[in-house]
């Protein structure tokens, strides 16, 4: 099947995203909130890129531009998910791809991504497509129900 990458820029496009976005994004429980939180990021600098099949969206890919002291202007990459059915066949590889060409087009110096260490396939997915573990991401909830 051939594919063609779009990027998603409206509400309708967003909610056509949401039952594959899921795969990946669990907690993300209703698609009105979701929609929403959508809207929020790209107004932040978020894009969201679709791989279609046909009239399904079988992969996506967030991500935005931002620049800091360690690594200067970079692409970092907040989601990437491909169809289970899809998973393997090199459509994972091709969006990522895809978002590196978009950083060296705005010049960034880095592209940026993190993963679970519970997530072992994915790690090793990421070193196959040249990205090395760099450190390690700490993070802290600072919601009541995280801080017992």
Request: hydrophobic share 45%.
């Amino acid at each position: 099947m051939t594919y063609t990458l779009q990027h998603l820029e409206d509400k309708e496009a967003f909610q056509a995203s949401f039952d594959l976005m899921r795969v990946l994004r669990s907690h993300v429980a209703n698609q009105a909130t979701y929609v929403a939180q959508l809207v929020r990021q790209t107004q932040q600098g978020y894009r969201l890129m679709a791989a279609w099949g046909g009239e399904h969206i079988v992969g996506l890919a967030g991500y935005r531009e931002l620049e800091n002291l360690l690594y200067g202007r970079f692409i970092y990459v907040d989601d990437l998910v491909v169809s289970p059915d899809l998973q393997h066949s090199g459509l994972g590889a091709w969006l990522l791809s895809a978002v590196r060409e978009e950083a060296m087009q705005r010049s960034c110096d880095h592209f940026v991504l993190d993963t679970g260490l519970h997530m072992p396939l994915a790690q090793r997915f990421y070193f196959r497509q040249g990205l090395l573990a760099r450190g390690m991401h700490f993070t802290q909830s600072l919601r009541a129900e995280g801080l017992a």
